[in-house]
Nanobody, 119 residues
Framework: VQLQAFGGGVEQARGSLRLSCVVS????????MGWYRQAPGKQRELVAS???????NYADSVKGRFTISRDNAKNTVYLQMSSLKPEDTAVYYC??????????????WGRGTVVTVSS
């Protein structure tokens, strides 16, 4: 299973970016798809997640500005980021948790995409 993230870049404050993460390979059941980020000198934190039944969860710092969604047919999870702030600058990682065909719980990470927000 591989996760490939797209959409990072440099954006001005108050601008928007959309991140995409394509999941390839075989997972029998995806239970959780999420975006994490890690800023320089800080710990990785959960930004947003979407679970089965499309239950979403957001960090307080991004509520009302970021939206997570998924396209099951394309095995893709998106993160629409609006009203960007310089403090959103970080490496963003996508994460998928689910059950493999051999009934094992698995946790997969993408390589990360850099988002830089200038003031």
């Amino acid at each position: 299973v591989q996760l490939q993230a797209f959409g990072g870049g440099v954006e001005q404050a108050r601008g928007s970016l959309r991140l995409s993460c394509v999941v390839s390979g075989s997972i029998a059941s995806i239970n959780f798809m999420g975006w994490y980020r890690q800023a320089p000198g800080k710990q990785r934190e959960l930004v947003a997640s979407i679970a089965k039944g499309d239950r979403t969860n957001y960090a307080d710092s991004v509520k009302g500005r970021f939206t997570i969604s998924r396209d099951n047919a394309k095995n893709t999870v998106y993160l629409q980021m609006s009203s960007l702030k310089p403090e959103d600058t970080a490496v963003y990682y996508c994460n998928v948790k689910g059950i493999t065909a051999s009934s094992m719980w698995s946790d997969y990470w993408g390589r990360g995409t850099v988002v830089t927000v200038s003031s």
